[in-house]
């Protein structure tokens, strides 16, 4: 993926719809990245949909996050 900004749509799998909608990310050079799509449903307390980013290049050099 080239270094950028990008909107980023996530959708519900084996649909159309847009499950989450997430403008404006930024990406450098290098970056890896685990992105992880949270429903927020019932279990998670009735929270909106959200995502949660694991940096790996911190994870790797002993970061915490």
Known sequence: L???TYDVTITVA???ETALQLPGLGFDAGDVLTLIASDGGAHDGGRDPGLVVIDTNTARSGGVF
């Open 2 to 4: 080239a270094p950028g």
């Open 14 to 16: 084996g649909k159309t």
